[in-house]
């Protein structure tokens, strides 16, 4: 069974920074690509950052352009989340999703939240 567990949410305030990390099991899991979507209260989910697994090629929304950063470790199949001068507006649950070769998956979410 497809597992993805997201850890390091919390309370932060603007300009502080977070590190998220979602973890896929089994290990044999046979990865696409990971990557992070967010939610904020009365939005639709939208698009953060996706970590293509064959090639390290990484893309992001314009809105964390330069601000967040994903990464991973291949042996673990662990995405990270590095967020930097956070802003109340990404503010948000975000979810981890893999694509596999035969379906997509999501974790079940994890809050950040940003003060001003």
């Known amino acids: 069974q497809v597992q993805l567990v997201e850890s390091g949410g919390g309370l932060v305030q603007a300009g502080g920074s977070l590190r998220l990390s979602c973890a896929a099991s089994?290990?044999?899991?046979?990865?696409?690509?990971m990557g992070w979507f967010r939610q904020a209260p009365g939005k639709e989910r939208e698009f953060v950052t996706q970590?293509?697994?064959?090639?390290?090629?990484?893309y992001y929304a314009d809105s964390v352009k330069g601000r967040f950063t994903i990464s991973r470790d291949n042996a673990k199949k662990t995405v990270y989340l590095q967020m930097n001068s956070l802003k109340p507006e990404d503010t948000a649950v975000y979810y981890c999703?893999?694509?596999?070769?035969?379906?997509?998956?999501w974790g079940q979410g994890t809050q950040v939240t940003v003060s001003s």
């Open positions: 970590l293509l697994w064959s090639s390290g090629n990484t």
């Open positions: 089994p290990r044999t899991l046979s990865i696409r690509d």
């Open positions: 999703k893999t694509m596999t070769v035969k379906a997509a998956y």
